[in-house]
């Protein structure tokens, strides 16, 4: 069983800063894909940031150029650094890993979600 706990959200002021962890546990893991998907109230969840195993990057149009998805292969660990952030980009944000664990199990796991409020 993979496990993802997330943490760093919080409310922030418009123009503010926030960087949120995935840290994803389990025995044996292989993590391919990364990301990161939010939900605001009334809307269905978006994608919002993928990253590779190579790290290739991936952004919705709309936080490119204020958001910054990173992993560490070490810590299983994904983050999201979010600049410059916007009322708009309120809402829960949910991390989601996939890979192998035990070598040849496939799983698509997500965390359990943290409000993100940009609100003055």
């Known amino acids: ?26 025995s044996n893991l292989k993590i391919n894909a990364m990301g990161w998907y939010r939900q605001a109230p009334g809307n269905q969840r978006e994608l919002v940031a993928t990253i590779t195993s190579g790290g290739s990057t991936n952004y919705i149009d709309s936080v490119k ?8 292969n070490a810590k299983n660990t994904v983050y999201l650094q979010m600049n410059s952030l916007k009322p708009e980009d309120t809402a829960v944000y949910y991390c989601n890993v996939q890979g192998y664990r035990g070598g040849w199990l496939k799983f698509d796991s997500w965390g359990q979600g943290t409000q993100v409020t940009v609100s003055s």
Do not use: N
Request: proline residues 3%.
């Open 1 to 26: 069983q993979v496990q993802l706990v997330e943490s760093g959200g919080g409310l922030v002021q418009p123009g503010g800063s926030l960087r949120l962890s995935c840290a994803a546990s389990g």
């Open 65 to 72: 150029g204020r958001f910054t998805i990173s992993r560490d």
